[in-house]
């Protein structure tokens, strides 16, 4: 049950805002939905982190404009200790290499907000230590993948989640 509020929850977010009024074909092509991430720590790795597909990521995000390069994302996940943290960032297609392939970065602040679920978010990590300077736990993302678009509506990417995450993801489009 907690789980279907949350994802209406980042609805809710997603859909609100300047021009969200417009409920055309070409508003709704502006969203895309993130899930299915799988994550591996490539270093200082000795099984004690939450890795493969328990991190449970989910974002909504949004391009600007059909022409932008550039989205918004709000998403959630379970960090690599197992507390649930929001992300908020913003994605900018780096390199279009063809109609199917391109090469994107993320930048993205992930961490601690003022409701109950993601209050634990700084408890450990790299997360804790930004809380010991700012009094707020969070880690910044600095993530680029190369993301393969089968089809106009569904794109899987891989990628690195600075400096040491093997990441990868599926993407699902409304265009």
């Known amino acids: 049950m907690r789980r279907v509020n949350r ?3 980042l609805w809710l977010l997603a859909f609100t805002g300047p021009g969200a009024a417009k409920n055309d074909a070409s508003e709704l092509s502006l969203y895309s939905i993130n899930t299915g991430s ?3 720590h490539m270093t200082g790795n000795v099984g004690d ?11 909504v995000e949004r391009k600007f404009s059909q022409e932008s390069k550039n989205s918004m994302l709000v998403g959630t996940m379970k960090n690599s200790f197992n507390d649930r943290c929001l992300s908020v960032g913003m994605r900018r297609d780096l390199h279009e290499i063809n109609s199917r392939w391109m090469i994107k970065g993320v930048y ?3 961490g601690e ?17 930004f809380k010991k300077v700012t009094g ?3 880690s910044p993302y600095i993530y680029h993948a190369l993301q393969y678009n089968p089809t ?5 990417e891989a990628g690195i989640i600075a400096p040491d995450i093997f990441a990868t993801s599926i993407q699902w489009s409304f265009r």
């Not at 982190?49 to 974002?59: A, L, Q, T, W």
């Open 136 to 138: 707020i736990g969070f």
């Open 108 to 110: 993205a602040y992930t």
């Open 152 to 156: 106009t509506f569904f794109g899987v």
């Open 49 to 59: 982190y939450n890795e493969i597909f328990k991190n449970k990521f989910f974002s």
């Open 113 to 129: 907000f003022f409701a109950k679920a993601f209050s634990d978010c700084g408890n450990h990590g790299s997360y804790h230590d």
């Open 7 to 9: 994802v209406n929850l």
């Open 38 to 40: 799988f994550v591996y």
